[in-house]
């Protein structure tokens, strides 16, 4: 039977994946952006999402930050560019790798990025070994967020920073409503803020908080419409017209939930305490528990 990790490396091996992320959403930071005005773009508004999730995590020159499903490694570039932080960016599919890779070494950041293919379930890297750990929604591809988040925390030293972004259902949204939204990805459900902070606290993690920058969702989804709808013509050149269909039809149901009130985001950020013993002990507790919702790749 196919697992989640099998469906995300699905999604992500398309060549029209790809090239949407490529033309509407910039090619360097696939996640929902916060924007300051109307009809900035995409890319610079999804910029500004990695600028303030990593003022949570305060990296420094030698510091080891891990980066969970990282993409095409837009995140990871910035860190190691503004900061002289060392990356390790760890990530599914290898179609995302190569190019992460080959930009890396045209940009000069392959001597602090370590691109890893592999699963944020089963971090290859021992406890303890990395300043801050980030993610910005790569959480929902997961079909056992508690491991996810188990393993984020057992990485961290003591002390040490976690910030991550993820699209999530609010509390009281039915599950059969969002069930359209996400049909185009072959996903039935979306974690909610509760369950974060739930997962969170039960691993004896310090300073949990939740920025919530919901009301972007409406902002985001809405210019990523208006962007598709005005490059149709240019993009039916590089993306196939079933799936450029399937954009236009999904894309202004994600607008409409937003609009209703039936999505939440915005950006989890937490400690692992500086005597984290009890912490790492919670985090495998957690590893070997539920399966923590449905795997849910953001469009």
Do not use: K
């Not at 005597?275 to 528990?289: S, V, Y």
């Amino acid at each position: 039977m196919p697992t989640s990790e099998d469906a995300t490396r699905s999604y992500y091996a398309s060549a029209d994946v790809d090239a949407f992320y490529e033309e509407v959403w910039g090619g360097e930071d696939i996640h929902t952006g916060i924007y300051e005005r109307p009809g900035e773009p995409v890319a610079d508004a999804s910029r500004r999402t990695v600028e303030r999730l990593a003022a949570r995590l305060e990296p420094g020159p030698g510091t080891r930050v891990l980066d969970l499903g990282s993409g095409y490694g837009g995140t990871a570039r910035y860190l190691a560019r503004r900061f002289g932080c060392r990356v390790v960016a760890l990530n599914l599919s290898e179609r995302q790798n190569e190019r992460h890779r080959r930009i890396n070494a045209e940009r000069g950041l392959d001597g602090l990025v370590e691109v890893v293919t592999g699963s944020f379930h089963d971090v290859p890297y021992a406890d303890g070994e990395f300043d801050a750990v980030c993610s910005l929604e790569a959480l929902c591809h997961s079909g056992d967020r508690p491991r996810a988040l188990a393993e984020a925390a057992r990485v961290l030293t003591p002390g040490g920073a976690l910030a991550f972004t993820d699209v999530m259902a609010a509390e009281d949204a039915p599950a059969e409503e969002l069930r359209p939204v996400v049909a185009r990805l072959g996903v039935d459900a979306l974690a909610t803020p509760s369950f974060y902070r739930e997962e969170l606290a039960g691993l004896g993690m310090a300073e949990v908080a939740f920025d919530d920058h919901s009301e972007q969702l409406v902002h985001h989804y809405v210019r990523l419409t208006e962007e598709t709808e005005a490059r149709r013509a240019g993009l039916g050149e590089v993306i196939s017209q079933d799936y450029l269909r399937q954009l236009l039809t999904n894309l202004p149901l994600w607008v409409d939930a937003s609009r209703r009130g039936r999505l939440r985001w915005g950006i989890f950020h937490a400690r692992r305490p500086a005597g984290a013993d009890e912490a790492a002990g919670a985090g495998e507790a957690a590893g070997a528990g539920g399966a923590g919702g449905t795997p849910t790749p953001a469009p």
